[in-house]
């Protein structure tokens, strides 16, 4: 991850400076930056999933509990003006990796800058598995036997 300018005294969160006339700080945690990001991330085509395959383990629990961790997937590093996002994903067949990737960076470069308020150092995408449409099909089956 790139090196983030002004770094803040206490890495759990990002001091965002208001530029409004009213004095005051605003501070957003560093869990919510990671949530905004894996929303952002979520919401382009092409990804079926965020995390590496024990993170998604997880996942699958959380989910089935409704927990969804919004997080999963996606690690942060923020500094006073500045964030760097890594993201791991699991791209769905037949998506085009690079636009994909393209595609979450630019959705997570222009959440940090609209919904967070800081410069966006760096996103580092990571392609980590691609999900095959028969995958679901044959979680689906029961697993008794090859033959029918």
Do not use: C, F
């Not at 966006?120 to 008794?144: F, G, I, M, R, Y």
């Amino acid at each position: 991850m790139a090196n983030v300018t002004g770094g803040a005294a206490d890495k759990s969160r990002a001091d965002v400076v208001d530029t409004s006339p009213l004095d005051g700080r605003t501070t957003i945690e560093n869990p919510v930056v990671a949530k905004i990001a894996g929303i952002a991330a979520r919401e382009v085509a092409g990804v079926y999933a965020l995390g590496g395959g024990a993170a998604r383990v997880v996942g699958t629990i959380r989910d089935a509990l409704n927990s969804t961790d919004l997080t999963q997937g996606v690690s942060v590093e923020v500094g006073e003006k500045q964030v760097a996002v890594d993201v791991t994903i699991v791209a769905e067949y037949p998506a085009a990796l690079q636009t994909v990737a393209a595609d979450v960076r630019t959705a997570i470069y222009r959440a940090m800058r609209d919904l967070v308020g800081m410069e966006v150092a760096e996103v580092n995408v990571t392609v980590n598995d691609v999900h095959l449409p028969s995958d679901d099909d044959q979680e689906a089956e029961p697993q008794a036997g090859r033959v029918r």
